[in-house]
């Protein structure tokens, strides 16, 4: 049988409701909300009480977020996104107070799925030149960062296997040839899409991930904070699907 968790949610704006409700149908039990400087003053000895605190914010005021909560000793689940310049300092800390941390770019089963499947083709396609790669990612006006957490981690990947590429960079400017271009979107009503597309003069291969609404992103969370209980360290997506 599943255990019931007593939950903290870090930030409370669309995603972190989401997650609440997403907790309380799995059973488990909100214990405390914390969402601006008050509520850290009034509520986080609360934190003392949680198995998991599931932090959605902004990059901002994630890393001392995440500080604060290892400050209790509640394992945290981070899924946002924009902060990662920082998270060397917070690895760190997370090792130095034997806390544990479970990140990820985007906690969507189906998105970790498809960077398993971008890194395979990236790998397939590495050494041929003629095929040259592209990001393009579409979310919702109201996402802080650009481009998205999910298509600076597939960047990276293609990265990682193409020696031709030593960064990535605005698709909107002009690039020069070792530098993958990413080109991000805004739009109203749109959760989030990603394409990686391949052009050569012959063909094209494209693959694509379309999320439909924000609950697989809240499921997933969930799932991070049941999955990290007992656990101490750093973990991702990838520990937990075995990718």
Same mark, same amino acid.
């Given at each position: ?6 939950? $903290? ?15 309380? $149908? ?95 083709l990236a790998g397939m396609l590495s050494e041929l030149d003629g095929y040259h790669p592209r ?10 960062? $650009? ?29 020069p040839p070792n530098v993958l271009p990413v ?34 992103? $809240? ?25």
């Amino acid at each position: 049988m599943k255990q019931q968790l007593r939950i $903290a949610i870090i930030g409370y704006g669309k995603m972190g409701k989401i997650v609440e409700q997403t907790a309380l $149908a799995r059973k488990h039990h909100v214990v405390v909300v914390i969402d601006n400087d008050d509520d850290w003053t009034t509520k986080r000895e609360k934190l003392r009480d949680c198995d998991a605190a599931i932090e959605f914010t902004t990059p901002e005021t994630a890393a001392e977020n995440i500080s604060k909560c290892f400050e209790t000793g509640v394992p945290v689940v981070s899924g946002t996104t924009g902060w990662y310049h920082k998270l060397p300092d917070i690895k760190n800390l997370c090792l130095k107070q034997k806390c544990t941390l479970f990140f990820a770019s985007n906690f969507s089963i189906g998105v970790n799925i498809f960077f398993a499947l971008n890194k395979k083709l990236a790998g397939m396609l590495s050494e041929l030149d003629g095929y040259h790669p592209r990001i393009i990612e579409t979310h919702h006006a109201e996402k802080l960062d $650009a481009p998205s957490g999910t298509a600076i981690t597939l960047a990276k990947q293609i990265i990682d296997a193409r020696k031709s590429l030593d960064k990535w960079g605005d698709a909107s400017e002009s690039l020069p040839p070792n530098v993958l271009p990413v080109k991000s979107y805004r739009i109203e009503n749109i959760t989030g899409t990603h394409l990686v597309h391949y052009n050569s003069v012959i063909d094209s291969i494209e693959i694509k991930h379309t999320s439909h609404n924000r609950s697989g992103f $809240a499921e997933g969370a969930i799932l991070a904070a049941e999955w990290v209980q007992k656990k101490e360290g750093i973990f991702t997506m990838q520990d937990m699907l075995n990718l």
